[in-house]
């Protein structure tokens, strides 16, 4: 005999900002929820929240803060009279960067409706952003958001849905670690990585455009030296590994947290307390609270010995880290490519490391796994039209994506032009990719290359220097329908460039200063300006 099963029912449309794993469990969510009340229901409109109440999720566009370099103050000013989503929006740190597993806007939403408990996961916003959900969420109470689903029977309990393998960070896969090779020449300043992975046995399709989520391991050296000052041992057993295993793979090292600060205030007393209460609640008594990570707060306070177990307790979770991709999978069969530069830097006697950065650069063999998983590009790629001119501006590891552009390209054999402008201290030592570049020259396949040098000169030079130079030739391009995209430093570097496209408006397209402006927003509502930022 056979049964026909009613087809389950959409309760979140395809409209809605949520990805078809997240549209498909909060439908469930709902169904479960609402039980018997929901026959006959239909799906709801974009931004509805189940039960009619007045407050609608977030979205990018209807979010005037969506800006990354918009300090967070202002950001929560513009958003105080808006629903609660929209406000935890705001908090985020707006670079859609996908390292959380979202973009701003779904992970602001995923937290107001409880599927999500971390607040913990917007690496760009750091301190800052958790401290603003933690105070939005205090606020919120028991008004905010959907209740928290029931728990299933016992019987039906099943392990959670992990998502896609190799395509989310919940479920990484590992990879091959092929190789590194140093991009800068003798005498620069710098030190940066060309990375090799390769991909065979694993899951993972990318296009140029996507990013690599790697899961780093914290420095041995720098463990040790936790270890030491905890006074443990680094054998001792937590959870089924070692205290020293824990603290390698699993636990953020870098800027103290703020529940670390507030334990290390309960083992202290006196004008020790009160410091150690302040930096918890986001204050800086001494001045020092941008330099302190976990070691530095143990030097701090050295009174305070916390058993090494609640000292975990008290930890961030290591977060992976994401990187743009500087391949073509046309052109690199099996394999990803990332620029990694190597972050390293001394404070108080005392050398600080970026922990990825060093794990690619000098920590990870050759030849060993490493956990990965892809993150797909949220609205940066190529033009699906082959003959639209590019327009590329990534100084520094900047270039990473537009390497893998420029592969794309002539692997495809795309008619449209290539423009690239790139820039570094010195073109001596830092000029990286310069001979691949040159041949793409050569070849026809870059059209142009300006290049911007700020530390050979009296004066400092950079791209943004450049494209205004260059301007009467770039406003023919972008008025031929180019596809303008750059990557960099959010909050500095790609507001400089924002501004000279502007600038280029006004001054070779006759715009008013407000009409420039506008040009500049028509170019990003129509898809032809896109941004890699961190």
């Known amino acids: 005999m056979t049964q026909h ?30 039980g018997p009340a929901i026959e006959g229901a239909t799906a709801l409109a974009p931004g509805e929240i189940p039960g009619g109440e007045s407050k ?53 939403n995923a937290i107001f409706l409880k599927s999500e408990a971390r607040l913990n996961l917007c690496q760009p916003g750091g301190k800052e952003t958790l401290r603003m959900l933690k105070k939005l969420d205090e606020e919120f109470g028991a008004a905010g958001g959907a209740a928290p689903a029931a728990a299933a029977p016992a019987a039906e309990a099943k392990e959670p849905d ?10 990484p896969v590992e990879a091959l670690f092929l190789s590194r090779r140093r991009l800068n020449d003798p005498g620069g300043e710098k030190e940066t990585w060309h990375v090799e992975i390769g991909l065979d046995g694993t899951p993972i399709e990318y296009v140029v455009g996507d990013s690599l989520g790697l899961f780093p391991a ?17 054998e001792r057993m937590i959870g089924g590994r070692t205290l020293r295993e824990r603290l390698l793979a699993d ?24 410091k150690a209460q302040a930096l918890a609640s986001g204050e800086d008594p001494d001045g020092d609270a941008a330099y302190l990570d976990v070691l530095g707060a143990l030097h701090k306070f050295r009174a305070a010995r916390p058993d090494a177990e609640v000292f975990l307790e008290a930890l961030d979770e290591l977060q992976p880290r994401l990187y743009s991709i500087s391949s073509s999978p046309k052109m690199d069969v099996g394999r990803v490519s990332l620029t990694v530069d190597a972050v390293r830097y001394n404070h108080r006697s005392r050398l600080r490391l970026g922990v990825a950065s060093t794990h690619l650069g000098e920590r990870l063999p050759e030849q060993t796994k490493v956990k990965v998983y892809l993150q797909k590009a949220h609205g940066f790629g190529l ?8 327009i590329m501006c990534g100084p520094g590891t900047g270039i990473a994506p537009f390497r893998a552009f420029l592969r794309e390209r002539a692997a495809t054999k795309a008619p449209g032009r290539n423009w690239l402008f790139y820039g570094h201290q010195r073109q001596a030592s830092d000029f990286f990719y310069k001979d691949e570049l040159n041949g793409l020259k050569d070849d026809k396949v870059l059209t142009r290359l300006s290049l911007a040098w700020s530390r050979d000169g009296t004066e400092k030079t950079y791209v943004q220097d450049r494209m205004r130079e260059n301007g009467a030739e770039l406003w023919k391009w972008l008025e031929g329908g180019a596809h303008f995209y750059v990557c960099g430093d ?17 001054q070779h397209g ?11 927003a028509g170019l990003k509502k129509a898809g032809r300006y896109q941004a890699d930022v961190y």
Not at 218 to 234: F, Q, T
Request: glycine letters at 6%; aromatic letters at 6%; hydrophobic letters at 40%.
């Open 510 to 520: 006759g715009k008013s200063a407000e009409d420039a402006v506008a040009y500049l």
């Open 251 to 274: 636990y953020s090292l870098g800027a103290a947290p703020d529940n670390l600060y507030q334990l290390l205030s309960l083992l202290t007393s006196g004008e020790a307390r009160k």
């Open 218 to 234: 914290n420095a041995p050296a720098l463990v040790d030296a936790v270890i030491a000052e905890l006074g443990a041992r680094p």
């Open 383 to 390: 033009p699906e039209d082959h003959s639209k001119d590019v």
């Open 56 to 108: 609608k999720l977030a979205d990018n566009d209807d979010a005037p803060w969506h800006d990354p370099s918009m300090p967070l103050p202002d950001r929560m000013e513009m958003a105080k009279d808006r629903p609660e989503p929209q406000k935890l929006m705001a908090a985020m740190a707006q670079q859609d960067c996908g390292q959380c597993g979202y973009n701003c806007a779904d992970y602001a």
């Open 162 to 171: 992990l998502g896609p393998l190799g395509y989310c960070r919940e479920n």
């Open 490 to 506: 959010a909050k500095r570097m790609a507001k400089d460039v924002e501004r000279a496209i502007i600038d280029v408006a006004a």
């Open 5 to 34: 099963v009613a087809p389950p029912l959409v309760l979140i449309p395809e409209t809605a900002p949520f990805n078809d794993d997240q549209r498909a469990w909060l439908s469930g969510y709902f169904a479960a929820l609402l």
